[in-house]
Structure formats: structure tokens, C-alpha cells
């Protein structure tokens, strides 16, 4: 069901209507992954306003002069001519106020003319920077942005007014793309899709979660190649990115094992995980208080998603056995979620911590892990306080759940992290025999129905 729905960003709207309230040049950089909404956020700043906004195309210079040209003269009523730096400078000269111009997908203006970047700030040192225009170069291509326009050998650097990267969704923004679903239901979903609004839209708010993953891994839906598509727009080899996600997935986390899996030369497996974090599909992670191990994990839960079942069992799907490859997906997605059930506790902390559920200040917060001990979050704020915390995305009887706090209690001993004050919390999908919170010295159980109590409020 096609959707048009604009949810959250509302610390980069304000912090836009402030640049924009300054009355003063304003050059800014925003950039981020492809269908992570950089294009609908600028859409919405732009209501109201005067605004040229220029979608660049892969093309030449003259043939994307021409379109600006043409776009800016429709917009003012005046003819007007010249290459995109000139029409840049005429621009303040014809507008009544001040004018919003958005040069989108501004990599392929540089493609097109390798030296507009210092075009640009020739234009800017000598005109733009007295006028009352706001600038947006805006793109999808994250390593250009973060090397050639944010680094300080940039011939823009210092000139920017800001710089924003758009990041996905947080989990508790989703609801309002699918309103009827239970909190349960939402973390499916996030598990599933993650937090990219164009993925999000593309799933059913009025089918089930089994339904719309059925959709998901039929051939032919938008999602079922959208993460070959986006890898091989996004970066120079997919093969060699295509082979280091799939050996995460088969469990390879540490660089070494994922070079070795992957046939990658261990001396450059580094630049691979760097790309991969710039795109936001890739984390890494240390144990809290440690600069080493450190293991390599998914923060894109769509990739997850795709490398742990579609790509998985891209020949049984191609072969038309879709209802066989859904049995596999049903019968191993609540082993998949309880990895995302973690990291959605960690989105959470903010709202467990003013609610009083969580006891102590999240100033530190992280897993730990030596040899086969493992916690899945500990919680610090050094000198006072400590909570050491277990998810299970099961369903546990009250009995069940102290057995688990006595052993997460036992482990604590052993991560050197503890405080003059120490808590231990279950997190659990459900207590089927007791209502929760349930907060017992220094214990404290919480389920689904606190999550979702907290998460209204």
C-alpha cells in the first residue's frame, strides 16, 4: 500500500528554521544513505518559502545548466542564462527576500564539472557570502560528502554554516507509519525493515507481519533486490561487500575471520568496514570499558534481514517455493528479533530513565563480553551507579525470570564494572504469571506491557 507519510525529524527541522531565521548566508551540507528521507525533509523545510530546488541528474554540465536555468526562470518569471555559478549569482539579484535553493544529489553536479566545488567558493568568498541566501548541497553519496566536501582539504571547508547526516528512524518514531500494530507487532516490523522511511512505506499497515514478509521475499518486490541495488549504486566493488556481509551472517564478526571468509586481504578489510559504517549497515562494537575485541555487526536491520533470509534462500525463492522459504523465516524469526529486541533496549534508555524504571543515569552504556560471559547491556554512571541488564524475547513465567537475575547477578562479579550501587533487570517479551514493573531489591522485571506504558507516555 503506497504511503506518503512524514514522520520525526524534527530536531533537523528546528535547527533548519533557525539557520533559516538568522537572515544571513547560510551554506549547508546534508547527506545521507539513499531512501533515508534527505529529499522529503527538505521538501517540508521548503513549504512556505521561496525555493529553487534542482534534482541533478547524471548528465553534463551544459545539459544541468540548462535545467537549472530553466527551473530558476520559471520560478522568478525573468530569462535567464549562464552555467549554474552564474544563474547562482544572479539569483540573490532577483529575488524580492530571501531564497532556499537546494542542489540535490549534488555529487553528479561535481561528476560533471570537477572544479564547481571551487567555482563555488570563489562565488561564495566574493558574493553569496553578503547575500541572505540558504544553500543546501544535498546528496547521497556519503563518501564524497564526508572526503571531498566535509574534509579540511575541501576548497568549501570552513565556509559551511552546517552539516547534517540523516540517519534512519529510531524505533519509537515507526508507529505512525502502521497506527493498528501492537508494540510486539512494531518490533517486527523494525527488525524487518529498520528505520528507512521508503522501506517502511513500502510494507502493508492493514496486513500481518507474515504477510507483508511473504511480500518482502516474493521476486519482484521492491525489497527483495533493494539491497543489491543500493550496494552496487553506493560502492566501486559489490562482489567483495556482498561477500564480507554474508560472512557476518554466517557469524564471522571479528575483521580477521570476515577477511578470511570473504577471501579480502586482512591488510584491507578495514576500508571495507569503514564504507560500510559511513552507509550505516555496519557497526562496530567493543565490550563497555575495553578498547578490544572489537566484532563487526549489522546496524541496518533491512541488511540484516536480507543476508539472514533472502539472500539465505535466494535459489529456493527463484525456484517459486515461497511458502517453503516463509516456514523457514517463521520458524527462526524469534531467534532473529531477540538480537534487535537488544539494541531496541538500548534506543530506549532515554524513556526507561525518566520513567524511574531504569535507577541509574545512562552515561556509559554498552554490552560486555569475555571468553563464554556474555551481558547483553550494562549501564553506568561511574562512581554511583550500575545496571546490568538481560532481554529475552521469550516468554517467562516470574519464577524464570529470577532464575535468569540470579545468574546475570553471578556474571556482574566478573566485569569489574560494578558501583557503591548495583541493579539487575530482566527485560523480557512477556511475564505470563505476574504484572509488571516488578522491582524487588535492587531487581527490577519489565515486559512488553512497561515498554509499551513508557513508550505512550
Known sequence: MLRNIFVDRVDELE??????????????????????????????FSKGRKTIYYLAVEATYEHLS???????????????????????????KIADDK???????????????????????????????????????????????????????SPIFGRRKAAMKI???RFVHIKEFFPKYTLKELIYVYGIVGGTPAYLEKLDSNRSILENIRDIIT??????????????????????YFSILAAITEGYVRPGEIASFS???????????????????????????????????????????????????????????IEEALEYVTETLDQYTSKIFERIIIELLPHLYRSKILKTKPIQFGRWWHKDIEIDLVIREPGKSTTFVETKWKDLTHSEALRILDELQKKSTKTGLQSPQNFYMLVARKITDKETPIVENHRIIIDLRTLEDIISK
Open 15 to 44: 535547527y533548519l528554521e533557525r539557520l533559516w531565521r538568522e537572515k544571513s548566508f547560510a551554506l549547508v551540507i546534508i547527506y545521507g544513505r539513499r531512501r533515508i528521507g534527505k529529499t522529503r525533509l527538505l521538501l517540508e
Open 167 to 169: 540517519k534512519p528512524l
Open 219 to 240: 521476486p519482484g518486490h521492491y525489497l527483495y533486490d533493494e539491497a543489491l541495488n543500493l550496494l552496487r549504486q553506493e560502492v566501486r566493488e559489490p562482489k567483495t
Open 99 to 153: 531564497v532556499l535553493v537546494v542542489l540535490d544529489e549534488f555529487q553528479y553536479l561535481v561528476d560533471a564539472n570537477p572544479r564547481f566545488v571551487s567555482e563555488l567558493q570563489r562565488l561564495v568568498d566574493e558574493y553569496l557570502a553578503r547575500t541572505k541566501m540558504m544553500l543546501i548541497l544535498c546528496g547521497s553519496a556519503v563518501s564524497f560528502f564526508e572526503r571531498k566536501l566535509l574534509g579540511y582539504k
Open 66 to 92: 540548462r535545467e537549472f536555468s530553466d527551473i530558476v526562470e520559471k520560478t522568478f518569471g525573468l530569462p535567464i542564462g549562464g552555467d549554474i555559478i552564474s544563474v547562482l549569482r544572479a539569483i540573490p
Open 263 to 321: 577471501k579480502v586481504d586482512p591488510r584491507t578489510i578495514t576500508k571495507y568496514i569503514d564504507m560500510l559504517e559511513d552507509l550505516d549497515i555496519l557497526t562496530r562494537v567493543r565490550p563497555l570499558g575495553f578498547k578490544k575485541p572489537v566484532i563487526v555487526e549489522f546496524s541496518d536491520n533491512y541488511f540484516r534481514f536480507w543476508f539472514t533470509y533472502i539472500y539465505k534462500l535466494r535459489t529456493t525463492l527463484e525456484l517459486g517455493l
